[in-house]
DNA sequence: AAGGCGGGGTG
DNA sequence: CACCCAGCCTT
């Protein structure tokens, strides 16, 4: 039974698998940029990020020793830009407390700065080709529909199914095993219309076997109950305008200053927001001292600029 | 347990 | 417009 789930999904992974540049390498380094930087980002944004990132600092020691500012200049594009500091701190940290080798064990990964549940396991996995188990939104996703059912009817805990992905792992083949679950996720068990008419697991599936029993579109079955959510819709807040908008405008003009120069908060105001007033600078003191806070900028005399 | 944190792509 | 995306950290 399991051991049928398993052929089936390595075999279809085998023959439909992207190739993605951080699938030929085996370096924990260039791993656990990969890994930081597909958080919340998708694949297809990340890859030429990925590349430059490491044409531009090819080493542990590199990014380490970088200033901050290319660092921050290099995660243009990315969005949750507090992860380029974390990642910069964790190189150091890899470099002073662990002579420059990333560690190979859960708990050392996941007491770096930014390295959380899922990274700790993805990094040990796919650098150290260890049997863990470990949840991202995907393998989450394809886990709950296969082993529990319908997302409308999915009350599993998150123990619950970690324990689920872990038993489902093939003892030593936990790098493709896991490759293989999120591939699925991404192109095959998507959140909306999944696509289970191709789906290499469609034999095995609670979700399905739900959906065909209920005899209903597929698609309505297995997403469009989680869509409605019980909860009362928070009141969507317009992106544009929002505090988070702001601060990336605040970063993206300081990255287009030469290395160096700082940005009086004035000139920073015209530049982020045209209507900017005398009446705005308690608002624009408070977004930069917060993002002073992130590591994000400094204050100097002569305004703020990116982190040397 | 809940909110904040970017930004772009898609239906 | 709404939702989604290889999550993490703080409160």
């Not at 930081?36 to 998708?42: D, R, S």
């Not at 991202?136 to 999915?154: E, F, Q």
Request: proline share 7%; charged share 20%.
């Amino acid at each position: 039974m399991i051991d049928a789930i398993r052929a089936d999904l390595l075999q279809w992974f085998t023959n439909d698998a992207r190739d993605l540049p951080w699938r030929r390498t085996r370096d924990p380094y260039a791993i656990m940029v990969a890994e930081v930087m597909l958080q919340q980002t998708q694949v297809d944004r990340v890859i030429p990020k990925y590349q430059a990132f490491l044409a531009a600092f090819p080493t542990i020691e590199a990014l380490a020793a970088a200033p901050t500012a290319e660092v921050i200049r290099l995660w243009a594009g990315l969005g949750y830009n507090r992860r380029a500091v974390n990642l910069q701190r964790a190189a150091q940290a890899i470099v002073t407390r662990h002579g420059g080798r990333v560690p190979d064990s859960v708990a050392a990964l996941r007491a770096l700065p930014g390295i959380g549940p899922y990274t700790a396991g993805a990094i040990a996995c796919f650098a150290f080709e260890q049997d863990v188990a470990f949840l991202d939104t995907n393998i989450r996703r394809v886990v709950r529909r296969l082993c529990v059912g319908p997302d409308h009817a999915a009350a599993a805990t998150e123990a619950e199914l970690l324990a689920h992905a872990e038993a489902l792992i093939p003892p030593g083949q936990g790098w493709v095993w896991n490759q293989a679950i999120m591939e699925l996720g991404a192109l095959i068990c998507t959140a909306t219309n999944p696509a289970c008419w191709r789906c290499p697991l469609r034999r095995h599936c609670r979700a399905y076997a739900a959906a065909v029993a209920a005899d209903t579109a597929l698609a309505e079955t297995m997403a469009a109950p989680a869509l409605k959510r019980v909860a009362e819709p928070r009141p969507a807040e317009p992106f544009v305008g929002s505090r988070r908008w702001y601060r990336g405008r605040i970063i993206a003009a300081l990255r287009a200053l030469p290395a160096d120069t700082a940005l009086p908060l004035s000139e920073l105001g015209r530049q982020v927001r045209p209507d900017f007033t005398a009446d705005h600078a308690e608002w624009l003191q408070q977004l930069v001292r917060d993002l002073a806070r992130d590591g994000l900028l400094v204050i100097t005399e002569q305004g703020v600029r990116l982190p040397a």
